[in-house]
C-alpha cells in the first residue's frame, strides 16, 4: 500500500530552527509536496520537489532524497503565526497526491 | 493562481438529510477535486470532477452517497446523501495549476447530529 509518515506533533521556540520529516512509500513517485494548514483553514502551498536536493525559499527550505523516499522541511527564523500544521503529499505514478496526516507545529514564547 | 470558493462555510444538519456543497472557481479548470478531511485526520480524495463526464470515485466512496455535478468548468457541486455523524468532517475542493501547484477552497465544516 501507499504510505506517507511524518511525526503528529512537534513544539519549537520562537526564532529557532525546526525540520519536519516525511517518509514515504508510494507506488511511483511525480513530485513531493509541502502545505501549511492553519486551524480552520484550507491548506497552503509551500514547496514542490521533484529532484533530489534542497530547494530554498525564504525562511522554508524542502529536502528530497528520492532513493531514500525521504524529504523534510525546514523552518528557520520560527515566527508565532508559523503555528500550524504541515502536510507532506506525494504525487504518485497516476498523479493522485497521497497526503500525510500533518505534523502540528506548535510555537512557543 | 486560482481563487476558490466555498458555499456554505459551514452547517449543522441533523442525520438522514442531505446538503449540496457548491465550489465556484475564478477560471476554467479541467479538473476538480473533491476532498474529506476528519479532524486531525489527512486528506481524503472523494472524487474527481471532470466537465462533460462522470466523476470518477475513490475506492470506499460512492456516487450514491456523494452525488457530484459539474456543469461546466468554473463550478461543481458534492452533495453528501442520507448524513450520519461519521459525515462530520471538512470538505474541501481543490484544484490542480500548472504542473506543480493545487489550490484549496476554504472548505466546509459539516456537522451531523
Known amino acids: 500500500g501507499q504510505n506517507i509518515d511524518q511525526p503528529t506533533e512537534m513544539t519549537a521556540t520562537e526564532g529557532a530552527i525546526v525540520q519536519i520529516n516525511c517518509t514515504y512509500q508510494?507506488?511511483?513517485?511525480?513530485?513531493l509536496f509541502w502545505y501549511q494548514q492553519h486551524a480552520g483553514e484550507a491548506p497552503t502551498f509551500l514547496s514542490y520537489n521533484v529532484l533530489d536536493g534542497l530547494e530554498e525559499k525564504g525562511r522554508f527550505s524542502s529536502f528530497l532524497s528520492r532513493s531514500k523516499g525521504y524529504s523534510y522541511l525546514l523552518l528557520k527564523e520560527l515566527q508565532m503565526k508559523d503555528s500550524a500544521s504541515y502536510l507532506c503529499a506525494v504525487r504518485d505514478s497516476n498523479y493522485q497526491l497521497i497526503w500525510g496526516a500533518g505534523t502540528k507545529l506548535i510555537i512557543k514564547p | 493562481s486560482a481563487v476558490i470558493s466555498q458555499k456554505p462555510s459551514r452547517d449543522i444538519c441533523q442525520r438522514g438529510t442531505s446538503l449540496t456543497i457548491q465550489c465556484q472557481v475564478d477560471?476554467?479548470?479541467?479538473?476538480m477535486f473533491w476532498y474529506r478531511q476528519q479532524p486531525g485526520q489527512s486528506l481524503t480524495l472523494i472524487a474527481t470532477a471532470n466537465q462533460g463526464s462522470e466523476a470518477t470515485y475513490e475506492s470506499g466512496f460512492v456516487i450514491d452517497k456523494f452525488p457530484i455535478s459539474r456543469p461546466n468548468l468554473t463550478f461543481s457541486t458534492l452533495t453528501v446523501s442520507n448524513m450520519s455523524p461519521e459525515d462530520s468532517s471538512i470538505y474541501l475542493c481543490?484544484?490542480?495549476?500548472?504542473?506543480?501547484?493545487?489550490?484549496f477552497g476554504p472548505g466546509t465544516r459539516l456537522t451531523v447530529l
Open positions: 481543490s484544484v490542480p495549476w500548472g504542473y506543480n501547484e493545487q489550490f
Open positions: 508510494t507506488s511511483g513517485f511525480n513530485g
Open positions: 477560471s476554467q479548470v479541467t479538473m
